[in-house]
């Protein structure tokens, strides 16, 4: 049974006389534990599959079943709590919240899901345990590296135990020894039973997941699984 089942998925996009098929009748099934990479030229529509699967954004026509339940005929506000309860983001930006501390930003989502206090702070711990960033909670982001404000915001993604993990070009704004760290950590989340859909430009990091989709103009145009 596919945790991730896109049947006939398309998007288009309308502006002023231009229609814009960003993504064009995607029929996907990700099984629990696979790690996809997501791969395609610029425009070929990888941040929008991955809006889509994350619930950011609708689609046009098809059917998203996540975990079995159909999510795109949801309200929006319903999609928000999906959002929230089910799936963890990682972004190229990091988009952790710069006046809030790493305990902060990691303990949010928790906040919105009204997870009850000492059982936020139990995840928020053992989340930045797992990323190796227990000893900066009570740091600014501001005040961390890039490469560890990424590794707090993996954090973040992970401490609510999301479905799915959806990474979009996470290693994107780091030098190559961070981006090897993140690769690493997101590797040991692989090894743990963690489902991973990632976006990136880097073939090396391509190959470190257990599949590789490609897309072009809004197809699937491979699918190649490795393990
Ligand atoms: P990628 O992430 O692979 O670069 P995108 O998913 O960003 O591709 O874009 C796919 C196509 O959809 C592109 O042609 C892009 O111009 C178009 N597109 C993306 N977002 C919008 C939008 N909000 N409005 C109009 N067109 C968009
Ligand atoms: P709403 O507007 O209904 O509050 P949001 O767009 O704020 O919904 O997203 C709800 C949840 O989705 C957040 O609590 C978070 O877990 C996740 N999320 C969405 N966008 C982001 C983001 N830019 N940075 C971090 N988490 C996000």
Redesign the pocket.
Known sequence: KALIHLDGLTKV?E?EEVE?H?LSNIHLNVRKGEWVAIV??????????LAVLGLLDTATRGAYMLDGRSVLDLSAADRALVRNRHIGFIFQSFNLIGDLTVFENVELPLTYRGMPAAERKQRVERALEKVGMAHRARHMPGQLSGGQQQRVAVARAVAGDPLILLADEPTGNLDSKNGEAVMQLLTELHKGGATICM?THDPAHARVATRTVS?FD?RVVQDEQRR
């Open positions: 996009f502006t814009t960003a395609g030229p610029s425009g070929s529509g990888k941040s929008t599959l976006v897309l809004g």
